[in-house]
């Protein structure tokens, strides 16, 4: 990135359309998600292209959106939770990035709740795939069927 230092203000949602705020290792606190200096941005192809492109925040603002870095990107990973990335961020753009985050903060909540009350301390990488790649208002739902269990009975 030969004059240019990756910069990010954006602590939930990376710039490529990863969800950095249900991450395992966002939640587990040994990763500060998209930033400069961690793991993800010294291995990503996206950081320095960023950079490049006039540090946009977003890949959906830059005029080569959708580039070749997402050729078949939500086929080839092998963490499920990057498998909606391009729809991912095709969402956002289409939702407007304030009203994502406040999905997004709300998925947040979900996963905290889950994590404190059924995780036994072996089950996060699942609950945060989980809250990833379902729906909000099936998270919801599924949350209100366990606090009422009975009424999937009734």
């Known amino acids: 990135m030969a004059g240019h230092e990756f910069k990010r203000k954006d602590s939930l949602f990376s710039l490529c359309g990863l969800n950095c705020n249900l991450c395992p290792s966002l939640v587990r606190g040994v990763c500060p998600g998209c930033q400069a200096g961690s793991h ?43 498998r909606n990335q391009f729809k991912d961020i095709q969402k956002a753009q289409t939702m407007g990035m304030e009203k994502y985050h406040e999905e997004q903060i709300a998925k947040r909540k979900v996963l905290d709740r889950i994590l404190k009350e059924y995780d036994d ?14 729906e909000l208002d099936d998270l919801k739902s599924i949350l209100k069927q366990l606090m009422n269990p009975l009424e999937i009975w009734i």
């Open 40 to 82: 993800c941005a010294s291995v990503c192809p996206f950081a320095p292209c960023s950079a490049q492109h006039g540090d946009v925040t977003y890949c959906f603002e830059c005029v080569e959106f959708p580039c070749s870095h997402y050729d078949g990107v939500d086929e080839h990973d092998s963490l499920i939770s990057h």
């Open 121 to 134: 301390g072996s089950n996060d990488v699942y609950f945060c795939m989980v809250v990833n790649l379902l």
